[in-house]
């Protein structure tokens, strides 16, 4: 028997799932804490071979982490509503989390501010094919005058981008050049800056963050986690052909994935000059049910969201103690619950891009959302997931969203969805399909 072992390295959890090379059936599962305070090779190792069964040859083992932070991405554009907002998203659907969103006329102040924010990798967008070059230059001067060796990912300007990748590569930055994201108004076109902030992603991040001393783990690991999970969840769609809801409840953060299908009325005259999103993601940093937990009850206070009286001090229990495990599943539902909730009203409600008072732009219609999957591992340990995510997500019409109106819920028992992204990106797409297939989704 044949085994590809595909390995998610999270925060606070590391899940293994070994599967059928050429079937896709799911041979065996497991997941330990993530050791992060000392190799976490270690328990990697430990989960897949608690996944693998006795007598498989493993003929790959294919990795995703978020550990460390994950990818910490900063955007910088022309302006908020254009150029920099189509960086965002495809920031966003590389598994990046976005640090810091810089766009218009920036001052020196600016890129020290940007520099605070620790990104792994500068998204450098601006102006259409043809179009306007002058902030595209003046930001890569900028940026190449600021001493910064942070690497740059080039998706701006195709006239201009020759001058600017020599600009910074002279400079000492690492440049990669992509096509650009909004080569013209309303046309979103992210894969080629998500597909080259992966590949640093693996080239610079990973190594960087010494998470192991071995080179194995720089060797295996072959995505972003949120990256992964998003194509598993294009690949359901694809399979299922519905419009489809990914809820991801994790230690550290909650991602909500939507796949939806194109509307050609929006995709029209009246389409936004950022082009529409149609697959996306988004991440909350303040809604983990265990390192960031507090956020949650802080997030629902400001949501108008009653909540026991006991949750705040939940909260703090679980911040100041990740690895904290209830006897009880259901002792999580409630945090869960209200981040599920909290997370998907912002994902409809669309992107503030270029700070706090910004209007909400880009939201999402989720009426028509047919399925709904939940994932995280607080999840998967609740017989009683399914239910509490149907009424905090399905029944919320209070949040000004239209939430899915007849959908069906499912929860990822399995750990599915990063697996089969795994499996598709990496040669294995006949595998991928049939272990998506093998489920109740």
């Given at each position: 028997m044949a085994a590809v072992v595909c390995v998610d390295v999270g925060s606070t959890y590391t899940?293994?799932?070994?599967?059928?090379?050429?079937?896709?059936?799911?041979?065996?599962?497991?997941?330990?804490?993530?050791?992060?305070?000392?190799?976490?090779?270690?328990?990697?190792?430990?989960?897949?071979?608690?996944?693998?069964?006795?007598?498989?040859?493993?003929?790959?083992?294919?990795?995703?982490s978020s550990a460390g932070g994950g990818l910490r991405l900063a955007v910088i554009g022309n302006e908020p509503l254009v150029t920099a907002r189509a960086a965002y998203r495809a920031g966003l659907s590389a598994g990046a989390r976005i640090m810091d969103v810089r766009a218009g006329a920036?001052?020196?102040g600016d890129f020290v501010e940007l520099a605070g924010s620790r990104p792994d990798v500068i998204l450098l967008a601006g102006g259409t094919d043809g179009g306007d070059e002058t902030a595209l230059r003046a930001h890569a001067a900028a940026l190449a005058e600021s001493g910064s060796r942070t690497p740059v990912v080039l998706a701006g300007n195709a006239d201009a981008a020759d001058d600017v990748a020599a600009l910074l590569t002279g400079a000492g930055i690492d440049t990669t050049r992509v096509a650009n994201v909004l080569p013209r108004i309303g046309v979103l076109n992210p894969v080629p800056a998500r597909t080259a902030l992966r590949e640093v992603f693996l080239r610079h991040v990973i190594a960087g963050k010494h998470l192991s001393a071995s080179a194995d783990f720089t060797r295996m690991v072959k995505a972003a986690t949120p990256d992964?999970?998003?194509?598993?969840?294009?690949?359901?769609?694809?399979?299922?052909?519905?419009?489809?809801?990914?809820?991801?409840?994790?230690?550290?953060?909650?991602?909500?994935?939507?796949v939806l299908t194109p509307d050609a009325e929006r995709e029209g005259p009246r389409a936004e000059v950022a082009g529409t999103a149609w697959r996306s993601r988004t991440v909350e940093g303040d809604l983990g049910v265990r390192h960031t937990a507090v956020g949650i009850?802080?997030?629902?206070?400001?949501?108008?969201?009653?909540?026991?009286?006991?949750?705040?001090e939940a909260a703090r229990l679980r911040a100041a103690n990740p690895g904290f495990k209830p006897s009880d599943p259901a002792?999580?539902?409630?945090?869960?619950?209200?981040?599920?909730?909290?997370?998907?009203?912002?994902?409809?409600r669309g992107e503030r891009i270029g700070g706090p008072t910004e209007p909400l732009r880009?939201?999402?219609d989720?009426?028509?959302?047919?399925?709904v999957v939940g994932s995280g591992g607080v999840l998967r340990r609740d017989p009683e997931a399914a239910v509490w995510l149907r009424e905090a997500v399905g029944a919320d019409t209070s949040g000004?969203?239209?939430?899915?109106?007849?959908?069906?819920?499912?929860?990822?028992?399995?750990?599915?969805?990063?697996?089969?992204?795994?499996?598709?990106a990496n040669g294995h797409r006949g595998a991928a399909i049939g272990l998506l297939e093998s489920t109740s989704f």
């Open positions: 899940k293994a799932a070994a599967v059928d090379a050429d079937t896709g059936a799911l041979l065996g599962t497991a997941s330990r804490p993530t050791t992060i305070g000392t190799d976490v090779m270690e328990g990697l190792r430990a989960a897949a071979d608690e996944a693998t069964p006795k007598g498989a040859k493993v003929v790959d083992t294919l990795v995703c920036l001052t020196a992964a999970v998003l194509t598993g969840v294009e690949l359901l769609a694809e399979a299922t052909g519905a419009d489809l809801l990914a809820v991801d409840v994790g230690g550290a953060t909650t991602d909500v994935y939507s009850t802080e997030a629902a206070d400001e949501e108008d969201l009653a909540t026991s009286w006991g949750l705040p002792d999580d539902a409630e945090l869960s619950a209200l981040a599920a909730r909290i997370a998907v009203r912002r994902h409809a880009g939201g999402k989720l009426a028509a959302v047919s399925l000004g969203v239209r939430p899915p109106k007849d959908a069906r819920f499912v929860i990822d028992a399995d750990y599915r969805l990063a697996p089969a992204g795994l499996l598709a």
